[in-house]
């Protein structure tokens, strides 16, 4: 469900839609209360009742309000609708509202910045098929598993960059990873389209993030999402490492 413009949640009023994929929905609006415009991130009603996807999009809001950069939003207001449809009144459905998470003031260029590499680099990707050791955890670092465990999108790669910087790519049934210092790290995965993320990481902890292919205007696109462990591991043994090398 797409809500229009003009719509009201409390005391945000529907401006525009930034964007709407299968998991969640982002809009512009103005908040009466706080004045700028602010950002609503809206979980469908259809996974309303999923109690995994709830906690998921909880911890999400739990990051970004741990996150402390002066280029990075902060996370006011975060909007769980739950209603069928809109004919009711609109502060209705602010009453099922888990907690409050909002503002980006071009917070997607902004982090776009931190996360996406400006320089142009293609990859040439394989599956490796021989038998690659998980790493083991270290004491005082992250490690941060990419994943594409399905096949949709087949051989279309999608590149990953960390902090400003290409790590590596995937395509389907694929992971690599990455081994990082404890913080705020920003992570870019690009096909037709980029997917942002900002996880803060603790040492001595592994991470799992999935890279979701959609459906693209001339190839596929991608949308990140971090998983739970248990949804990590599953995922992680449906992959195959990937190799990768930089096209000349």
């Not at 993320?197 to 890279?211: D, I, P, R, S």
């Not at 490492?241 to 930089?246: F, H, I, K, R």
């Amino acid at each position: 469900m797409v809500l229009s413009v003009g719509t009201k949640l409390g005391p945000d009023e529907i401006l525009a839609t930034i964007g709407a994929g299968g998991m969640r929905e982002v809009y512009r609006a103005r908040d009466a209360k706080l004045e700028p415009d602010v950002a609503l991130k809206v979980q469908p009603k259809p996974f309303a009742p999923d109690a995994e996807r709830m906690a998921r999009f909880q911890g999400e809001a739990k990051v970004l309000a741990s996150l402390n950069h002066p280029n990075i939003a902060i996370v006011l207001i975060l909007i769980v609708l739950l209603s069928a449809s809109l004919g009711g009144p609109a502060v209705s459905f602010c009453q099922d509202t888990q907690t409050v998470a909002v503002n980006p003031q071009e917070t997607h260029k902004q982090l776009e910045t931190l996360a996406c590499d400006p320089a142009t680099v293609n990859f040439k990707v394989r599956t490796v098929r021989d038998f690659v050791p998980l790493p083991s955890q270290p004491a005082d670092k992250a490690i941060v598993f990419i994943l594409r465990p399905t096949h949709y999108g087949g051989s279309i790669q999608t590149k990953v960059a960390v902090d400003g910087h290409w790590v590596g790519a995937n395509e389907m049934k694929n992971y690599f990873y990455v081994v990082l210092p404890p913080g705020n790290h920003y992570f870019c995965s690009q096909s037709e389209n980029r997917s942002l993320l900002a996880l803060n990481v603790e040492a001595g902890k592994t991470y799992f993030v999935q890279q979701h292919i959609l459906p693209g205007m001339l190839k596929a696109q991608n949308a990140l999402e971090v998983l739970d462990e248990k949804q990590g591991k599953e995922s992680l043994a449906k992959c195959k490492p990937s190799g990768w090398e930089v096209k000349n």
